[in-house]
């Protein structure tokens, strides 16, 4: 990863790699410094925020969620007056997309993760017990899915299931769920920096 900051500007990054590092010359040590010639190769070449934003998504939402209440009376209504006050929703302040890293925690069976807006999933074939873990990673370069950080997941994964094209674009968008848990104890966390086409 290379940070990179223009003065009075926000910090952004880069991810990718240096593939040669070489001093100029050791002529112009300067206390101890000395000049190097840095070559770094972007996987990616977005500039990312310096700081993640994150979600963190349950299966059953009704702990925020009045639902009906009897008597019934008119109007009815779910507790819920407009759909910004929904969970889910995410915020890609750049103007390019953004490459999420996504983490469920079991105990679930059979996740599926949609991006509404774009309609790209993200559907596993699995099941985790109470505690086990699926990290999804998106970015380029380091695309991967791991079953309790360290066992290959990618297998499980749909043929529908594109990494390379599940991103968040720019703006608001809304990423929901389903599975099955009958505990309500299973979530889903997303992370995202935002994406800028230029630093």
């Given at each position: 990863m290379l940070r990179l900051c223009w003065p009075g500007r926000p910090?952004?990054?880069?991810?990718?790699?240096i593939r040669r590092a070489e001093a100029v010359?050791?002529?112009?040590?300067?206390?101890?410094?000395?000049?190097?010639?840095?070559?770094?190769?972007?996987?990616?070449?977005?500039?990312?925020?310096?700081?993640?934003l994150g979600i963190i998504l349950s299966l059953d939402s009704s702990a925020t969620r009045e639902g009906f209440t009897a008597p019934v009376k008119a109007p009815i209504t779910t507790?819920?007056?407009?759909?910004?006050?929904?969970p889910g929703w995410v915020t890609n302040e750049g103007n390019t997309?953004?490459?999420?890293s996504l983490r469920i925690t079991g105990p679930v069976t059979h996740p599926r993760v949609l991006h509404v807006d774009s309609g790209q999933v993200l559907d596993l074939d699995v099941s985790l017990a109470p505690g086990e873990t699926v990290d999804i990673e998106t970015r380029p370069g380091t695309r991967w899915v791991l079953r309790n950080g360290s066992g290959n997941a990618a297998s499980a994964l749909s043929s529908a299931s594109r990494l390379d094209l599940f991103q968040?674009?720019?703006?608001?968008s809304e990423i929901?769920?389903?599975a099955s848990d009958y505990t309500n104890t299973s979530r889903l966390?997303?992370?995202?920096?935002?994406?800028?086409?230029?630093?």
């Open positions: 910090t952004r990054r880069l991810y990718g790699r010359t050791t002529a112009r040590v300067i206390h101890g410094w000395i000049p190097l010639d840095l070559e770094f190769t972007a996987l990616d070449p977005s500039f990312n925020a310096d700081t993640a507790g819920v007056a407009s759909p910004a006050t929904r997309g953004a490459w999420p968040i674009p720019p703006g608001r929901r769920w389903t966390a997303v992370t995202w920096r935002s994406a800028w086409t230029a630093l």
